[in-house]
């Protein structure tokens, strides 16, 4: 029967050592030929680790990976989570059955290295034993001790034992009299059974006869039943106090009921005594009425103040007319018109304001005229003289270095000096005090030339005054007062501009002056009316104000005092219309009219309290209608109680005869009641103690007709033959007792014990020769099968494949000499090589075929996966289509293969010779690097055909900088379990040509680049500015990761669980599966365990568990920085990097998305 192939049909790795973030998933494997290709650390020997750990659940504390397979057309899937290993065969919780053991894993795989080695000195011998599982038989059988040799009956342990089974037999024999007696005891035990039996019946004809007598004690009392009425059943026995409590309650109620409506004709009679209207006062009433006496009230006591008041100013008023106009008469000054007098103060605030402007500005027209002085020479003239000395300066002439030196520095120098005058004032003169000084210095013997005469005429021009002679002292002097009349110049135009300016603003003021005085003109005309009073008192500008001031202050008084009686006639006409609107509405009322507050007052508290008592009147009636209806609702229901009594004893209401005469047989019912319950319960009783004896069943058809002293006959039969059961039991007490006592010496005992020991010592010896001889017997026949090998599965499957893998071009033999060894026999030249002299490619086909039939010999159910590293390496294109051949055919065997390489040309190989044999179920698998950046790549060692042809890289010309990002597909940055070293390059790179040159150089993350970076190697395009922006995104990255993880938890998995040695395997799967719904956060993990959402879990290790992880750093008890004051940092750090603002931006919003 064709056995079944394991085929591997997907391998998803989302975590193995040193790939920590694990491994794109590989999908859609082929069921023949697999080659997985990559860099070094690229994943393929974990990959290849990863298939045998699945099968034999070896090494898997610390992966998490998933596997779907496929056995005779039934899908298998593996789940591996740190330690915990799921099967399943169609959702259904299964195991594979029929695998090798773990040791012979190591045989499915075929790397080179191990197969071939090349300081192996007998490789020979060393493929012999591969042949035969790789055991040394000699050396076995010796380490086992194994032999022919038997041994005789002179054997120690045989003679032991035959003196020990002789001893037991003479024992034995004295045992045999005891059968005799024990034959006897058996008769005598049947007997006593006979008796036992006898003693069932006569219990049970005991049981039948109790149950006679409790039936026809029912039977009984049942007939009894009949001479009480059916009304006792129904009959409580309280029937009578219960009617006298509701006869009595009734009688009550109705008194009651006659008292309340006693008292309620009472209110109603004083209610008539009171005599108001029908509705009483309204509250509306009341209020306006309360509300008018409130009013006239107040308006009372307003007039009372006025009256205060008015007789208050007119004192006043007189005092200050006497004080103003001593003659004056009241009549004459209120002929003046003073209505515009409180404006007064608002004319002489305006007048001082202008006055004071117009001093201002007059005195500061003075202070400048004193300032003015005319200018001989102007500001345009002054420069050009200047210009001209400071060219005075220059030579026309080739001068000397040093020379050339001097004038530059004089024209440095006098040009800071110009500037300096003209925007700081003397302060510029210092740059003349320097040019002098280096004038003096290195100019001393300086003549003039042809240039100088020119400049010379040129300053004469001017008109200005010359040096008093044209030597560098006195030019540099003239050039110093020149400086001096530029600056006096510009401040003589700038006190002609400020005279000019305060001279307009004082012609702008003029008007408002003008206005100013006709106002001050029309209040002396209006003041000279007045008799007696003095002009040249009010002619001036203060005495009209304190004239002005004295008059309002009595103007002020005069009016307080005509405002107060009008207010006083006014309040007056108030109260006079409120007191007619009280006595409108107690007329309304019929009720007499008031003329002052005080009886208003007393007539409203005594219409209020005659309201209040009509309320509580009405009130009262109320109350008691709702307790005469309450009574009356009473009284209806104890009637209704009283006739339900009588109704459900079936008699007439008011029949009391008949109530007592029940009553007085209720003692008698009840007493027979418990009787009758009694006799039914023990009638059940005895039944059921019947029916449960073993004899029920056999005479039950019986019972029926069963007469009580019938059953005491039978009873007596037994209790007759049960009487024999003492003597016999007292006649086998006595045998019992005889065998027992011959039965209680140990001699047999002992005895035995020594013979089994002897045996067992017996055994052992021919267990230890049989196994001697059976382990010589296998090591001779194991030689001679291998000697033999036209009979050997082994060798003829290893003979068959080898032959069929080199296409019929070798056949496999086997060498006697030397403890036998391989050769290859050539089919076209038949001869046998030696595996010395076989060819690199032609060996390893030889190897293959004995590997692959040895691992066929030793499966029993299931073909496994074969794995192949690198066979190709280092063969020529003949052997190593040789080698792809062989693996092709084992597959085609129905094994599914494998094969690993590093190397692009043996990439290259099997892509070529799949294409020309499309027949061929083959796929090829890129791995383009693992998903971390915590192991080294490697990818610029040298090799044969360079390793950068592999990746498919996305052209970076057609595509923005976001678009290609996109097409790269980086991982993403996690910032609490990666470094910067790990982050990609598209987040760090905005050159997409740079980016590219980079990535196929093979170098993808920052901390390859800076490790290449570091070792003298060179990218085209990488310039130092754009180096040192990577870099300053790096130190801001680091910025930002170690803001972001202050006072945040960090995820765990299972391997910290494990690590942590605080939960235990009984527990470690509910934990994980709790911690992956809370989604790996420990801090919510604690506060889950302390709440005791997994039970059993002790709280100990609970609090052992967090220390462990605060002492980790997974948990911290800091505080988070807000978001504030993380932009506050970051702003801090930026600030000292060459990156902007929209650059850091950008990058670490790419960086979160």
């Not at 050159?991 to 085209?1020: A, V």
Request: charged fraction near 30%; include cysteine.
């Amino acid at each position: 029967m064709k056995r079944p192939a394991l085929i591997i049909q997907e391998l998803s790795i989302f975590k193995m050592p040193g790939f920590p973030l694990g491994m794109k998933p590989i999908v859609s494997l082929s069921s023949h030929i697999n080659v997985i290709a990559g860099p070094n650390a690229s994943g393929k020997s974990s990959t290849a680790r990863i298939i045998q750990d699945i099968l034999w659940k070896q090494n898997i504390q610390r992966i998490h990976v998933e596997s779907r397979l496929l056995i005779n057309d039934e899908k298998w899937d593996i789940k591996i989570d740190n330690g915990h290993y799921l099967c399943q065969c169609g959702g259904v919780d299964d195991s594979l059955t029929s695998l090798p053991a773990y040791d012979e894993s190591k045989r499915y795989f075929l790397a080179l290295h191990e197969l071939i080695k090349e300081d192996d000195k007998n490789l020979a011998q060393e493929i012999f034993r591969e042949a035969i599982g790789g055991y040394d038989l000699n050396k076995a059988k010796n380490s086992l001790g194994f032999k022919g040799s038997t041994p005789n009956l002179g054997l120690t342990e045989f003679k032991n034992f035959e003196s020990k089974r002789k001893h037991v037999a003479s024992i034995e024999s004295k045992q045999k009299e005891l059968q005799k007696e024990e034959k006897r005891l058996n008769t005598l035990k049947g007997k006593y059974d006979e008796a036992k039996s006898a003693s069932k019946s006569q219990q049970f004809y005991t049981y039948v006869i109790d149950y006679l007598h409790a039936k026809k004690r029912y039977e009984s009392l049942e007939i009894e039943k009949n001479s009480y009425p059916e009304q006792m059943v129904l009959l409580k026995g309280n029937e009578d106090v219960l009617l006298l409590k509701l006869e009595t309650d009734n009688e009550e109620t109705n008194q009651k009921i006659i008292v309340i409506q006693r008292e309620r004709k009472s209110k109603q009679d004083e209610l008539m005594i009171l005599q108001l209207p029908e509705g009483g006062y309204s509250g509306t009433l009341l209020d306006e009425l309360r509300e008018y006496i409130e009013k006239l009230i107040s308006l009372e006591q307003n007039l009372v103040s006025k009256r205060c008041a008015i007789k208050k100013n007119e004192e006043e008023t007189t005092v200050v007319l006497s004080q103003l106009f001593p003659t004056l008469q009241r009549e004459a000054l209120a002929a003046l018109d003073l209505q515009n007098i409180r404006d007064l103060d608002v004319f002489f605030e305006g007048a001082h304001s202008l006055l004071s402007r117009k001093r201002v500005f007059e005195d500061k027209i003075q202070r400048l005229n004193k300032e003015k002085q005319e200018q001989n020479h102007t500001e345009e003239n002054l420069h050009t003289g200047i210009r001209f000395l400071l060219n005075w300066f220059e030579k026309d002439t080739r001068p000397s270095a040093s020379s050339q030196q001097t004038l530059w520095i004089l024209l440095i120098l006098g040009l800071i000096t110009v500037l300096l005058t003209y925007f700081f004032g003397w302060i510029g003169f210092c740059g003349l005090v320097l040019m002098l000084v280096y004038v003096i210095v290195k100019g001393r013997d300086v003549t003039t030339d042809s240039f100088r005469e020119t400049r010379v005429g040129d300053f004469k021009k001017t008109g200005l005054p010359e040096p008093s002679s044209w030597k560098e002292e006195d030019v540099s002097k003239r050039l110093e007062e020149l400086h001096q009349e530029l600056q006096e110049a510009k401040r003589q135009k700038e006190i002609k501009r400020s005279i000019a300016e305060l001279t307009d603003q004082v012609e702008r003021i003029q008007p408002e002056l003008d206005t100013l005085e006709s106002k001050r003109a029309a209040w002396v005309k209006k003041l000279t009316t007045i008799p007696e009073l003095i002009v040249e008192n009010i002619e001036s500008y203060s005495g009209l104000y304190w004239f002005l001031k004295d008059l309002q202050q009595w103007q002020k008084h005069d009016n307080e005092l005509r405002g107060n009686r009008l207010s006083y006639e006014e309040e007056d006409k108030n109260r006079l219309e409120t007191i007619s609107c009280i006595n409108a509405i107690l007329m309304r009322v019929q009720i007499a009219t008031v003329s002052d507050a005080a009886s208003a007052k007393a007539i409203l508290k005594n219409m209020a309290e005659n309201e209040n008592k009509r309320t509580g009147l009405l009130r009262d009636c109320g109350n008691l209608n709702d307790r005469e209806s309450s009574l009356k609702d009473i009284k209806a229901n104890y009637e209704n109680e009283i006739q339900s009594i009588y109704s459900s004893l079936s008699l007439e209401t008011d029949m009391k005869a008949e109530l007592r005469d029940l009553l007085s047989k209720k003692e008698s019912y009840d007493q027979w009641v418990k009787e009758f319950d009694h006799a039914k319960r023990r009638l059940i009783e005895k039944e059921l103690q019947m029916q449960n004896h073993p004899l029920y069943n056999n005479v039950k058809e019986e019972l029926p007709t069963l007469q009580i002293d019938q059953a005491e006959q039978f009873k007596e039969n037994f209790s007759n033959l049960s009487d024999q059961t003492d003597d016999l039991i007292a006649e086998i007490a006595r045998i019992e007792a005889d065998i027992n006592k011959e039965r209680s010496g140990h001699e047999l005992e002992i005895a035995l014990t020594e013979k089994e020991s002897a045996l067992d010592d017996l055994e052992h010896n021919y267990l230890s020769t049989i196994r001697s001889i059976t382990g010589d017997l296998i090591v001779n026949c194991l030689k001679r099968r291998t000697q033999e090998h036209s009979k050997s599965k082994v060798f003829n499957r290893a003979n068959e494949l080898f032959n069929k893998i080199t296409h019929g071009h070798y056949e496999l033999i086997l060498d006697d000499h030397g403890g036998g060894s391989f050769k290859a026999r050539d089919t076209v030249l038949n001869h046998g090589l030696s595996l010395d002299h076989l060819s690199s490619g032609t060996r390893i086909q030889l190897l293959i075929a004995v590997r692959l039939a040895f691992i066929e010999s030793q499966e029993v159910g299931i073909k496994l996966p074969i794995l192949a590293d690198e066979v190709l390496a280092n063969s020529d294109d003949l052997r190593a289509k040789q080698i792809i051949e062989a693996l092709i055919e084992i597959s085609k065997e129905g094994r599914q293969v494998f094969y690993f390489t590093a190397q692009t040309d043996e990439l290259k190989k099997w892509n070529e010779y799949i294409d020309r044999n499309p027949e061929i179920n083959g796929k090829i698998i890129i791995l383009k690097g693992q998903s971390n950046a915590q192991v080294s790549y490697h990818l610029d060692e040298k090799r044969e055909i360079p390793l950068r042809s592999i990746p498919n890289l996305p052209s970076p010309s057609i595509n923005s900088i976001e678009e290609y990002h996109t097409l790269l597909s980086p991982p993403l940055y996690d910032l609490f379990k990666n470094r910067p070293d790990q982050l990609h390059l598209s987040y760090l790179i905005e050159d997409n040509e740079l980016l590219h040159n980079c990535l196929l150089r093979g170098i993808q993350y920052y901390g390859q680049l800076r490790s290449f970076l570091r070792h003298k190697g060179k990218i085209d395009n990488l310039q130092e500015p754009i180096l040192g922006r990577i870099s300053c995104k790096v130190e801001l990255l680091y910025c930002y990761q170690e803001l972001y993880q202050k006072g945040r938890s960090k995820p765990i998995d299972n391997e910290v669980l494990l690590d942590s040695g605080k939960v235990s395997n009984t527990f470690i799967s509910p934990v994980s599966t709790k911690l992956k719904e809370l989604n790996y956060k420990p801090e919510l993990l604690i506060e889950s365990l302390k709440k005791g959402e997994i039970s059993r879990f002790n709280q100990a290790k609970i609090l052992e568990l967090e220390d462990y992880l605060f002492e980790n750093n997974y948990l911290t008890k800091d505080e988070r920085f807000t978001a504030d004051e993380m932009n506050s940092q970051l702003q801090a750090a930026l600030s000292q990097m060459d990156l902007t603002v929209t650059e850091a931006e950008d990058f670490l919003t790419r960086l979160m998305n």
